[in-house]
């Protein structure tokens, strides 16, 4: 093969996708299916976005590549931060250098050594951008310029308005009349609170329903029509007297009378001047905005926290998730012209946003449809989004050749979240996790693992895959020694596994398995040490994902917005794989695609790859 296409459609299921197919309704993928058949691809442990594609990438499982979760914590001090980057500084005169937490050797590091050009756009796990022999753009993984995975702003006069879930509030003093004068936050500052600040004022257009954001931004005037997402406001924030930083920002005008409500999305790095290098050369992203428009550069794309609190509408998501298609489309239409040989991959991840927002409209019964009002038009929702898809791989078919090999898939299936289980609790009340004298659960035992009392803790859980023990010489204040770590994890895993939701009347934790039986590899040192598989439709709760005790049940109904999940037992979430070259559908893993395409492109797979070519 001279080519290799792989479109990544993010968490489509089988279950859906099958009748989808039988239907008629995704002609373009049934015409690959009738070509070379299609199949299930075993995904990874656990079954998440940046571990499923970083295995993609280097042919390994997450203990060759690093990458165990959305989060991880430092054992020594147990702060818990991103599971994706992090940032080192050597020295307080040096600027921060950011670090990918992804390790190994990916699949366009063997095709540079070879001589064969790659180029990538958006694969979780890319940031800081990976030097290769072609072009990348970064995806998950790249921050917002608050150095957040989203967070966004609502201006409102409502005195008593507080942030919700990765928010900032600004008050407005809005008489109804005069033009206000406020704020855009950047940054963060050391020296001041809250950040960076660029100013903005609002003023009431003289057509009804309008406002105008005049700022030295670009352009100097933006009008916003309530209901409607913005167009993209260039912002420069200044660090000193010789430095600045560059974003890009959008607007919705939630309402304009009598007083302003006003929600500004995540500042994005501006793709022409980025804080940081998000590609691969640096230059790349801004000759992609010069031909394509400006467009999201944050990790996350689609606002799911704005929906989350309910600052946004379900149908005003779909509308910033239709923008985030085109920019990608359009992407990807300017690279395969360009195409000659060597290595094209584009991420869509729009598909697994929806289905984790708007899951719950495929299902009546569904917690998180409790007390609020049915809108039947958001059952189509996650179909609509599978149609979409489809429309991409025709839209590629149009630029495949005989000596093209066309590779489409998933990194996961998906699922329903109606119940939520608190891992830390259960550790608990199994006398694993101790609390500090005079807290008990839910009360002062908050979220980031605060008010645990390390000295009489073995175990402890964060982030949605797992559990850690409290190790002597690993943890800061660790009690469990090294040489009772297997028994402890053993003893645990058999405990915890076949867990049962009595309320439901069925198993909720499918299995527990110690790590040593889940991964293998350089980075085994940094994986949970046991691994929790739930069944489906249930999940590690919202509070223990974020170190917290929570009181009450131990398995307790998930009413947010948030509704459908992939992190259950992976063997309950598959993705789905489609060539137009047959291949070995029997079997198929994540870990078979490096060797695959490298394969196809002549190139000798990696010593440390797992996987063999499916064809």
Same mark, same amino acid.
């Given at each position: 093969?001279?080519?290799?296409?792989?479109?990544?459609?993010?968490g489509?299921?089988?279950s859906?996708?099958?009748?989808?197919?039988?239907?008629?309704d995704?002609?373009n993928?049934?015409?690959?299916?009738?070509?070379?058949?299609?199949?299930?691809?075993?995904?990874?442990?656990?079954a998440?976005?940046p571990?499923?594609?970083?295995?993609?990438?280097t042919?390994?499982?997450?203990?060759g590549?690093?990458? @165990?979760?959305?989060?991880r914590?430092?054992?020594?001090s147990?702060?818990?931060?991103s599971g994706?980057n992090?940032?080192?500084q050597?020295?307080?005169?040096?600027p921060?250098k950011?670090?990918?937490?992804?390790?190994?050797?990916?699949i366009?590091?063997?095709?540079?050594?070879?001589g064969v050009?790659?180029?990538?756009?958006?694969?979780p796990?890319?940031?800081?951008?990976?030097?290769?022999?072609?072009s990348?753009?970064a995806?998950?993984?790249?921050?917002d310029?608050?150095g957040?995975?989203?967070t966004?702003?609502?201006?409102?006069a409502?005195?008593?308005a507080?942030?919700r879930?990765?928010e900032?509030?600004?008050?407005?003093?809005?008489?109804g009349?005069?033009?206000i004068?406020?704020?855009?936050?950047?940054?963060?500052n050391?020296?001041?609170r809250?950040?960076?600040?660029f100013d903005?004022q609002?003023?009431?257009a003289?057509?009804p329903?309008?406002l105008t954001i005049?700022?030295?931004?670009?352009?100097r005037?933006?009008?916003v029509r309530?209901?409607?997402?913005?167009?993209w406001?260039?912002?420069?924030?200044k660090?000193?007297?010789?430095q600045a930083?560059?974003?890009?920002?959008? @607007?919705?005008?939630?309402?304009?009378d009598p007083t302003?409500?006003?929600?500004a999305s995540?500042?994005?790095f501006?793709?022409?001047s980025?804080?940081?290098?998000?590609?691969?050369?640096?230059?790349?992203?801004?000759k992609?905005?010069?031909?394509?428009?400006?467009?999201h550069t944050?990790?996350?794309v689609?606002?799911?926290?704005?929906?989350i609190?309910?600052?946004i509408s379900?149908?005003q998501?779909?509308?910033?998730?239709?923008?985030a298609?085109?920019?990608?489309?359009?992407?990807?239409?300017?690279e395969?012209?360009?195409?000659?040989?060597g290595?094209?991959y584009?991420?869509?991840?729009t598909?697994?946003?929806?289905?984790h927002?708007l899951?719950?409209?495929?299902?009546?019964?569904?917690?998180a449809?409790r007390?609020?009002?049915?809108n039947p038009?958001?059952?189509a929702?996650i179909?609509d989004q599978y149609r979409?898809?489809?429309?991409?791989v025709?839209?590629?078919?149009?630029h495949?050749?005989?000596?093209t090999?066309l590779i489409v898939l998933s990194?996961h299936?998906?699922?329903?979240?109606?119940r939520?289980?608190?891992?830390?609790?259960?550790?608990?009340?199994e006398?694993?996790?101790?609390?500090?004298?005079?807290?008990?659960?839910?009360?002062?035992a908050?979220?980031?693992?605060?008010?645990?009392?390390?000295?009489?803790?073995?175990?402890?859980?964060?982030?949605?895959?797992?559990?850690?023990l409290?190790?002597?010489?690993?943890?800061?204040?660790?009690?469990?020694?090294p040489?009772?770590?297997?028994?402890l994890?053993?003893?645990?895993a058999?405990?915890?596994?076949?867990?049962?939701?009595?309320?439901r009347?069925r198993?909720?934790?499918?299995s527990a398995r110690?790590?040593?039986?889940?991964?293998?590899?350089?980075y085994v040192?940094?994986?949970?040490?046991?691994?929790?598989?739930?069944?489906p439709?249930?999940?590690?709760?919202w509070?223990?994902s974020?170190?917290?005790?929570?009181?009450?049940?131990?398995?307790?109904?998930?009413?947010?917005?948030?509704?459908?999940d992939?992190?259950?037992?992976?063997?309950?979430a598959p993705?789905?794989?489609?060539?137009n070259?047959?291949?070995?559908?029997?079997?198929?893993?994540?870990l078979?695609?490096?060797p695959?395409?490298?394969?196809?492109?002549g190139?000798e797979?990696?010593?440390?790859?797992?996987?063999?070519?499916l064809r």
């Amino acid at each position: 093969m001279r080519k290799v296409v792989v479109i990544g459609l993010d968490g489509l299921e089988p279950s859906i996708v099958d009748p989808m197919l039988a239907r008629g309704d995704l002609p373009n993928l049934a015409r690959l299916s009738g070509d070379a058949g299609a199949a299930r691809v075993a995904t990874t442990a656990p079954a998440q976005t940046p571990v499923a594609w970083s295995s993609f990438a280097t042919g390994v499982n997450p203990g060759g590549h690093g990458v @165990f979760d959305f989060l991880r914590r430092d054992p020594k001090s147990y702060r818990i931060d991103s599971g994706l980057n992090h940032y080192e500084q050597k020295s307080a005169l040096l600027p921060p250098k950011a670090v990918n937490q992804r390790k190994g050797e990916t699949i366009w590091d063997r095709l540079s050594a070879a001589g064969v050009p790659s180029t990538v756009l958006r694969c979780p796990c890319t940031y800081p951008p990976d030097r290769l022999r072609g072009s990348l753009l970064a995806g998950m993984g790249v921050p917002d310029l608050r150095g957040g995975f989203g967070t966004s702003s609502y201006y409102t006069a409502e005195p008593d308005a507080s942030p919700r879930e990765a928010e900032n509030v600004v008050a407005l003093a809005d008489d109804g009349r005069s033009p206000i004068d406020t704020y855009l936050l950047g940054p963060r500052n050391p020296k001041a609170r809250d950040g960076l600040r660029f100013d903005i004022q609002l003023a009431r257009a003289a057509e009804p329903g309008v406002l105008t954001i005049r700022s030295a931004g670009e352009p100097r005037e933006l009008h916003v029509r309530e209901g409607e997402w913005s167009g993209w406001l260039k912002v420069k924030f200044k660090i000193g007297p010789l430095q600045a930083t560059h974003g890009i920002v959008r @607007f919705l005008l939630i309402r304009r009378d009598p007083t302003i409500v006003l929600y500004a999305s995540p500042v994005n790095f501006d793709p022409a001047s980025p804080l940081f290098p998000i590609s691969s050369p640096p230059d790349f992203a801004k000759k992609l905005a010069d031909d394509v428009g400006r467009f999201h550069t944050a990790g996350f794309v689609e606002d799911h926290n704005g929906l989350i609190n309910e600052r946004i509408s379900e149908e005003q998501f779909l509308a910033q998730c239709d923008d985030a298609w085109r920019e990608r489309r359009a992407m990807m239409e300017r690279e395969l012209a360009r195409l000659d040989s060597g290595l094209f991959y584009c991420l869509f991840d729009t598909p697994d946003r929806v289905q984790h927002m708007l899951w719950r409209s495929r299902e009546p019964e569904h917690p998180a449809n409790r007390g609020r009002d049915s809108n039947p038009a958001l059952a189509a929702a996650i179909e609509d989004q599978y149609r979409r898809g489809d429309e991409v791989v025709g839209q590629v078919l149009d630029h495949v050749d005989d000596r093209t090999l066309l590779i489409v898939l998933s990194d996961h299936g998906f699922s329903s979240f109606q119940r939520q289980f608190h891992l830390n609790s259960w550790l608990h009340r199994e006398g694993l996790l101790a609390l500090k004298d005079g807290l008990s659960p839910g009360h002062g035992a908050g979220e980031f693992l605060q008010g645990i009392d390390w000295d009489r803790t073995q175990a402890y859980a964060m982030g949605l895959g797992g559990l850690f023990l409290n190790l002597q010489g690993r943890e800061g204040r660790g009690i469990v020694r090294p040489g009772d770590a297997g028994a402890l994890r053993r003893a645990i895993a058999d405990r915890l596994s076949g867990a049962r939701d009595d309320e439901r009347g069925r198993v909720a934790v499918r299995s527990a398995r110690p790590r040593d039986e889940v991964y293998s590899g350089p980075y085994v040192e940094e994986a949970p040490d046991v691994v929790v598989d739930y069944a489906p439709g249930h999940r590690v709760s919202w509070s223990s994902s974020m170190g917290g005790v929570a009181d009450g049940p131990l398995h307790e109904d998930n009413v947010k917005k948030w509704s459908g999940d992939h992190c259950i037992d992976p063997s309950a979430a598959p993705g789905v794989l489609f060539m137009n070259r047959p291949f070995r559908r029997d079997g198929a893993r994540l870990l078979d695609l490096a060797p695959t395409i490298l394969n196809a492109l002549g190139v000798e797979k990696g010593p440390q790859m797992e996987g063999s070519p499916l064809r």
